[in-house]
């Protein structure tokens, strides 16, 4: 039997995600879980973490924003450490023990760390991506998100379409594997149940200059009423399907538990153009690798 049943298409088609418990077993999450703390442990401050002292405060800061765009928007082929606020002292170093200190590590987990690279194209995700009728998907991106306990920010609401742009829409969706459970308390998603079905209101588009900003918004995102958002807390191992243009968004985690994410997201390549405008482009290095092979 498929891991993906007729319920769950019909969920995902009906509500814009569906959860499925069991992707991965516990002793999977825990492989990635160790491989990613090996990651952390060899891990050293990106240099535009470390702030060269100036007499002109302005031009410092200017210099910094602009080291931290540029470490951004070139992140999509490279394995990148994004970091929570305030972790770091005025000479670059941690001044929280640097496991508790990131934020996120991506855009490339899919493509260049064997053990997350498996999973992205094992035989269960790509029988989900054929459930779904997806006739060449390919991978956009794979990241980690920690979610660190007591500091773990919040995710405000959004559609992923905002970020990841394709014309037409609809061609975009997230795989959201919770390497342990994700409940209310450490941060969860929420979702807007049939919200993705309306298009989308705002847009991160490239700027085209190579001086900030980088990445310019155009539209804005609405007033969502807060009644709306359910909660979906996910088993360790288990997946949620998120639809480029479902509203979703996650609460900051007050919890002394983490709550690790692998998260990745695949679009159908037929008759699909991938915007030029999206922060996110296929690199020579790397195009964005077709997810039915190994
Ligand atoms: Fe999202």
Redesign the pocket.
């Known amino acids: 039997m498929d891991f993906m049943t007729d319920r769950d298409v019909e969920k995902y088609r009906r509500d814009g995600f569906v959860v499925m418990d069991g992707l991965l077993s516990p002793q999977e999450c825990d492989q990635l879980r160790q491989r990613m703390a090996e990651i952390v442990d060899e891990m050293d401050v990106p240099d535009h973490c470390r702030i060269t002292f100036s007499t002109d405060h302005d031009e410092q800061l200017k210099e910094q924003m602009q080291g931290n765009a540029d470490y951004f928007i070139t992140s999509g082929d490279k394995i990148r450490f994004f970091f929570e606020k305030g972790v770091f002292d005025d000479k670059g170093e941690f001044i929280v023990p640097k496991q508790r200190s990131i934020n996120k590590i991506g855009h490339a987990l899919h493509a260049y760390e064997p053990l997350y690279k498996k999973v992205t194209h094992s035989p269960k995700v790509q029988g989900i991506a054929k459930k779904l009728g997806l006739v060449s998907p390919v991978v956009l991106q794979g990241m980690y998100i920690f979610k660190q306990p007591g500091i773990g920010g919040e995710v405000t609401p ?1 559609q ?1 379409a905002t970020f990841l742009y394709t014309e037409p829409l609809g061609r975009v969706m ?1 795989l959201w594997i919770a390497l342990e459970d994700a409940t209310v308390n450490n941060g969860c998603l929420w979702f807007i149940p049939g919200s993705h079905n309306s298009g989308i209101t705002r847009r991160m588009v490239r700027t085209h200059k190579g001086t900030l900003p980088l990445t310019d918004f155009v539209g804005r995102e609405q007033q969502y009423d807060e009644d709306k958002f359910v909660a979906v807390p996910v088993k360790k191992g288990g997946v949620v399907l ?1 639809h480029g243009e479902v509203v ?1 968004r996650s609460a900051v985690n007050t919890s002394d538990d983490s709550r690790h994410v692998y998260t990745f997201h695949l679009m159908e390549a037929q008759d699909t153009r991938w915007s030029a405008d999206n922060w996110l482009q296929p690199s020579e290095e790397l195009p964005f690798p077709p997810l039915y092979t190994k």
């Open positions: 959004h992923d997230g998120i979703h």
